[in-house]
């Protein structure tokens, strides 16, 4: 168990809206990530953050933003919500001890967008 | 542009026998190549990986070969479990950098 949660684990918005999603770690690893699981796409990554206040985009970035000022939590913002980012969301983590090859994730965050 | 392809959306075996399931690369750069299990309601939990310097890593159950040449690599799960039955994903890891590029998926029934 990496010590990873994320909440809300299931949201339920309407188009327009803010949403912000959080991911928190225990584990005090340097680097984390936001992904969307999509059917027919895997896992996409959005942003990720390789230190405090450190962050730089993915594949998928746009209508995305994030923001990491402690070094266990990692905000995702989707700062008016559309029918496209209905998707699962999914914080991943590594980079304790150096070593970056495994990524931990956690339990995933669903989100519909109405 | 898909980097890392996994063509077949699922595979049903029965239990006991063997389990492969393909991945197909285009980007030479991926320096490690990772499997993640997921199971419903679940994240992904990380399972194999391979250096792109081997062609072969085993774990127990699993075991991950690599053809470089065709940029290829399976996954062989012997003897398959119930239990086993989840969605892989393949990933490569972009030469000395943090970020993975995963394929889409594949579902995995093992029928008792």
């Known amino acids: 168990d990496a010590g990873i949660t994320q909440s809300p684990r299931h949201k339920v918005t309407e188009t327009g809206t803010p949403v912000t999603l959080r991911c928190h770690q225990t584990?005090?690893?340097?680097?984390m990530y936001w992904y969307r699981q999509d059917p027919g796409h895997g896992l996409r990554l959005i942003h990720y953050?390789?230190?405090?206040?450190?962050?730089d985009k993915g594949e998928v970035s746009d209508g995305y933003s994030v923001s990491r000022s402690k070094t266990e939590d990692f905000l995702l913002t989707l700062e008016s919500a559309t029918s496209s980012q209905t998707s699962v969301y999914f914080c991943?983590?590594?980079?304790?001890?150096?070593?970056?090859?495994?990524?931990?994730f956690g339990p995933g965050t669903r989100l519909t967008v109405l | 542009d898909q980097q890392v392809k996994q063509n077949s959306p699922s595979l049903s075996v029965q239990e006991g026998r063997i389990s492969i399931l393909n991945c197909d690369y285009t980007n030479s750069m991926f320096d490690y190549f990772l499997w993640y299990k997921k199971y419903p309601a679940e994240g992904p939990t990380f399972l194999i990986s391979?250096?792109?310097?081997?062609d072969k890593n085993e774990d127990g159950r699993f075991t991950v070969f690599l053809n470089k040449s065709a940029k290829h690599l399976s996954l062989h799960i012997v003897p398959s479990q119930p239990g086993d039955s989840a969605v892989y994903f393949c990933?490569?890891?972009?030469?000395?950098?943090?970020?993975?590029?995963f394929g889409s998926g594949t579902r995995l029934l093992v029928r008792p």
């Open positions: 991943a983590i590594s980079g304790l001890a150096g070593d970056l090859t495994e990524q931990f």
């Open positions: 953050s390789y230190g405090v206040k450190d962050t």
């Open positions: 391979i250096s792109s310097i081997k």
């Open positions: 990933a490569g890891r972009m030469d000395s950098s943090y970020k993975l590029i």
């Open positions: 584990e005090n690893h340097r680097y």
